[in-house]
């Protein structure tokens, strides 16, 4: 032990860790992914049939799939889905009304405040910065690029 | 003159300290863990109708250290110290337990290594002269550390093979310089390892030289072999760091893979129970050692038992600066007949 490095404590280190299994986690991601985005296209389609128009249609999608990705937290159930599908429940709309769902609840003994609404975006706060922040950088680009056309 | 010290870091004590009671409380969870007929008390709601998980840690730990004392046939009156730690920011489950106990209190940030650390100080103190009776106590609760350490626990998050899951529990231990045993008889409190690990979620990689290291010491100071121990016991390396310390002992000439094992292995069944590579948290050697240890120790199955405490000393905020975490390990000699 006295003459192994950091490094090579690190390496072996590395060696002694079970592997994930990739194309297991993928296959559970596709299925949780893909049944998610299947149900939001079931509610687009729905809302569809009930007349609405196209930008209502995007709007009450996500309103819905935000709705039901709360409620499954709440309930309990959520983080067991995400257990189970990765980045497959993590990406989607619905992922992101846990992450922001999540801490909500969990720190609502440090009040409403600084308990509730402060960390509240803990997990989301950095998605919403970059988000927002790249679509900024995008929009001027383009605003840039097709100015005086 | 130091006339208790051997060796380099090992003290053998004159007037060994008797452990003369001992109390275990655990979660829902630790009592359907294959340990759950040693345990005292299992809690079946874990928030034991406390507001929080806060409080519902520090009443875990008050009514360990009442129930340790109630055990060792004592009052609270009859204890000079109140030696203990946690997890928590500024050991707030200790303190605010303490606050209620009400009596001299060393207040201990060991990290999960705490449970030997405090016996270690005890032991030192009562073969000392300074006190009678003294009682060590820790606790941990999972759902308090997640959100200390981790994520909130509704969130969707995949834990990573190597991560542990923190024991809800708490465990206190009487020492006497009266009584029948298991007597404390040698200690061995470690120093720091850090070999760079940077990943929080293998606590077990990090601390395992900081095990081995201990244990290394301890061998070279006492002249004892493994096979000296009916059992020899990490407190929470799981799965990971079990095997570095068995694997690193045999190299330095040390066959371990007959008598030792790991509390952080015991307390779950890692398959069954989804504790990817095993417990961890200050309670797991806590629970692991004043239930099933020292019961089996007073039944006579065990007449000498190394235990030994790890602790990953690294917080929150060094995490995010990319610090790496440093280990620690304390080990203890229980005797049932001091030789």
Redesign the interface.
């Known amino acids: 032990m006295d003459n192994m490095t950091n490094k090579e404590y690190q390496e072996y280190l590395k060696r002694k860790i079970p592997k994930p299994d990739y194309l297991n986690n993928s296959i559970r991601a596709f299925i949780v992914g893909g049944t998610i985005c299947l149900i939001g296209q079931i509610v687009r389609n729905m809302l569809f049939r009930f007349g609405f128009n196209e930008k209502e249609v995007v709007t009450g999608t996500a309103i819905i799939m935000v709705f039901l990705g709360s409620l499954l937290t709440g309930l309990g159930i959520y983080d067991k889905i995400g257990k189970f599908g990765g980045a497959g429940a993590a990406i989607p709309i619905t992922g992101f009304a846990n992450s922001i769902v999540a801490p909500a609840m969990e720190y609502k003994r440090e009040g409403y405040l600084f308990g509730v609404a402060a960390k509240m975006f803990t997990i989301a706060g950095p998605v919403l910065v970059y988000g927002i922040g790249s679509s900024i950088i995008v929009g001027l680009l383009y605003l840039i690029f097709t100015a005086g056309r | 003159m130091a006339v208790k010290r051997i060796g380099k870091q090992t003290i053998k004590f004159h007037n060994p300290p008797s452990i003369i009671g001992t109390s275990s409380i655990v979660g829902p969870k630790e009592g359907d863990g294959p340990l759950r007929g040693y345990f005292d008390i299992v809690l079946e709601d874990d928030t034991w109708g406390q ?2 998980f806060e409080k519902a840690e520090a009443k875990m730990q008050e009514e360990a250290i009442k129930l340790a004392i109630k055990n060792a046939n004592l009052s609270v009156d009859n204890i000079q110290f109140l030696i203990s730690g946690d997890l928590l920011n500024q050991i707030i489950s200790s303190s605010y337990t303490a606050r209620q106990i009400g009596i001299p209190y060393f207040g201990l940030y060991g990290a999960c290594s705490t449970m030997t650390e405090s016996l270690c100080i005890g032991a030192m103190i009562i073969d000392g002269g300074f006190a009678d009776n003294v009682v060590c106590a820790t606790s941990s609760h999972f759902s308090s550390a997640e ?1 200390q350490f981790r ?9 990573k ?2 991560s542990q899951w923190t024991v809800t529990g708490a465990g206190a231990t009487v020492l006497s310089a009266n009584g029948n045993g298991p007597y404390i008889t040698y200690i061995t409190p470690g120093r720091i390892k850090d ?3 940077t990943d929080a979620s ?1 606590m077990g ?1 990090a601390m395992a ?1 900081a095990a ?2 201990t244990l ?1 010491q301890h061998f070279e100071d006492t002249g004892f072999t493994p096979q000296d121990y009916d059992l020899i016991v990490s407190g929470d390396l799981g799965l ?1 760091g079990r ?2 310390v068995i694997d ?1 002992m045999k190299k ?1 000439g040390y066959d371990l893979s007959e008598n030792y094992t790991d509390c952080g292995i015991k307390i779950f069944d890692v398959v069954e129970q989804d504790t990817h590579a095993g417990g961890s948290g200050c309670a797991c050697s806590a629970v692991v050692l004043n239930g099933y240890i020292y019961k089996e120790m007073k039944k006579g199955t065990f007449n000498r038992v190394l235990v030994m405490s790890t602790g990953a000393l690294h917080s929150p905020i060094s995490t995010l600066q990319g610090e790496s975490v440093p280990g620690i390990a304390h080990a203890i000699t229980l005797e049932n007949l001091p030789r």
């Open positions: 507001k929080s959100r994520f909130p626990l509704e969130y969707g998050a995949q834990r093979f190597s070999y760079g690990v293998n990689g030289p081995i290291d290394l990971i095997r570095i690193m330095k």
